[in-house]
């Protein structure tokens, strides 16, 4: 067999130490489809007492992180620190520099700039690999990129984010609250080192851009995108969408046709039918629609150590192999700039649910508002009878504008009867 690939291994958290181990487990399968064993010689954490479930010794240890670009005997970086500045950025930008590849699972760094880094990776002839910045152990880097590449992609959607989908099956199922929830979610090792990045849709929004700029061959400005996260999503919604035969789930949308691009991250009502209301708990779906092959889906496990360290050793034996292809599928110098569409732009139906004092005339004052605004009701429903108390009323629109809902949201959130913030939920047939 051939001399082995020597890797440097920057971040040793979940994922980092979860590399250590499948490239331990598994070394014997992996040298095979590799054509040579892959082994790690070099290391660089923060505390190296620590107990990680993972032996370092013999291996080399930084101090530095960025040192591993230098060290002579490492030949590919891998970068598990995260994070799209400091240490992870200028560990990528150093190895590529000295011309060695990179494979990371940094989301955010990809998407804030892979442009730069996509230029720098063509100017030095040196692979940057990052299977596992987006959902996880599902291979959807290479389906877009390469499964799919004689397509015309029109739209990429899916459940991009395992936590905040954990968080919403654990809700729905066995009803907990959204913090315990939550605090499992981290102790499983699926959270970002910032939960918020998770439960907010950023991490959703960093991997919805590489899969755009990767389907669409544009860039996207993540300044462009509409982001709402799950903090507001609750358990009376959660169980009022199960009885209108609908599942809330955390969705990256983006889609594009002559107009330019469109794209959306936010907890969307998608009928209990279809496929993507079925993927639980931490796993994810990633769908694309090609004009060749119509649609395509995929789903697993989108976050933990297990289903991330898969993707990167995916990577690995890429590299081991020579198998490399541009960043973004195709030469930077052929991407474009996207025009971004304005959410106010985006057509859908909505699900609205007011708390309101169940008194007379307050369903004509709110059914007036979405009149006024050219809204058209699907359905309506109250729950429960508490004269001179608040009720929850749900109201299901037909498809409108967002414009529209948000001129009618305004009126409706100010009437004196409407006694919280409305919740509203766009409704996605996908
Ligand atoms: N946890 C998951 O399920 C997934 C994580 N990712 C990405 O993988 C990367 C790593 O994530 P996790 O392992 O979950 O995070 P983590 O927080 O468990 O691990 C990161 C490690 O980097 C170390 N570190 C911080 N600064 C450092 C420095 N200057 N030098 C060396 N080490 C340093 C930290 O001490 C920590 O042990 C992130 O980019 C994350 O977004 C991607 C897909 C899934
Ligand atoms: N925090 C992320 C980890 C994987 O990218 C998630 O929950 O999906
Ligand atoms: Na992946």
Redesign the pocket.
């Known amino acids: 067999m051939s001399k082995p690939l020597k890797l440097g291994v ?7 130490a979860g590399v250590l181990n499948l490239l331990r487990q598994n070394g014997d399968v992996i040298a095979a489809r590799a054509g040579r064993p892959i082994e790690v010689v070099a290391v ?4 190296r007492t620590r107990d990680r479930g993972v032996d370092v010794t013999g291996l080399a240890w930084h101090e530095d ?1 960025v040192a591993l670009a230098a060290d002579p005997n490492v030949e590919v970086v891998v970068e ?4 799209s500045e ?3 950025r200028r560990l990528v930008e150093a190895a590529l520099a000295a011309g060695k590849p990179v494979v990371t ?4 760094l990809l998407a804030t700039h892979g442009a730069a880094l996509a230029q720098l990776s063509e100017a030095k002839a040196t692979p940057l690999a990052y299977e ?2 987006v959902a ?1 152990g599902i291979p959807a880097i290479k389906a877009l990129r390469e499964g799919l590449a004689g397509n015309r992609i029109s739209r990429v959607a899916g459940i991009l984010n ?1 936590t905040c989908n954990y968080i919403l099956t654990e809700m729905r199922v066995k009803g907990l609250p959204f913090d315990v929830v939550l605090k499992t979610a981290q102790e499983l ?2 959270a ?2 910032d939960p918020a990045f998770d439960i907010d849709g950023v991490d959703a929004a960093h991997k919805l851009a590489i899969l755009a700029a990767l389907a669409f061959g544009h860039q996207v400005d993540l300044k462009a995108l509409h982001i709402e996260g799950i903090r507001n999503v609750s358990a009376l919604d959660i169980a009022l969408a199960g009885e209108l035969g609908y599942r809330i789930k955390l969705l990256g949308i983006a889609s594009q046709d002559e107009a330019g691009v469109t794209a959306r991250v936010h907890p969307c009502m998608v009928p209990e039918a279809s496929p993507i209301a079925s993927v639980d708990g931490v796993f994810n779906a990633v769908l694309a629609e090609g004009d060749a092959v119509g649609r395509v889906v995929l789903q697993g496990r989108g ?2 150590a297990g289903p ?1 360290a898969s993707a990167v050793v995916a990577d690995l034996v890429d590299i081991a192999r020579g198998r490399t292809a541009p960043v973004w599928g195709a030469a930077s110098a052929t991407l474009a700039t996207a025009p971004g569409l304005p959410m106010e732009r985006h057509r859908g139906a909505y699900y609205l649910r007011l708390m309101v004092l169940d008194q007379p005339g307050v369903i004509a004052d709110v059914t007036g508002a979405l009149r006024d605004a050219k809204i058209s009701l699907e359905s309506m429903l109250q729950r429960g009878r508490a004269p001179g108390e608040a009720v929850p009323v749900v109201l299901v629109t037909h498809e409108c504008e967002e414009a529209q809902m948000q001129s009618a949201l305004a009126r409706i959130a100010a009437l004196p009867s409407v006694v919280e913030p409305p919740a509203m939920i766009r409704i996605e047939e996908l």
Request: aromatic share 2%; hydrophobic share 40%; net charge neutral.
């Open positions: 920057a971040g040793l958290g979940t994922v980092g660089s954490a923060r505390d992180a598990l620190i995260g994070g400091g240490p992870a699972a940094n989301k955010a596992a910045a996880g395992g090792g699926y970002e080192a976050a933990g991330t």
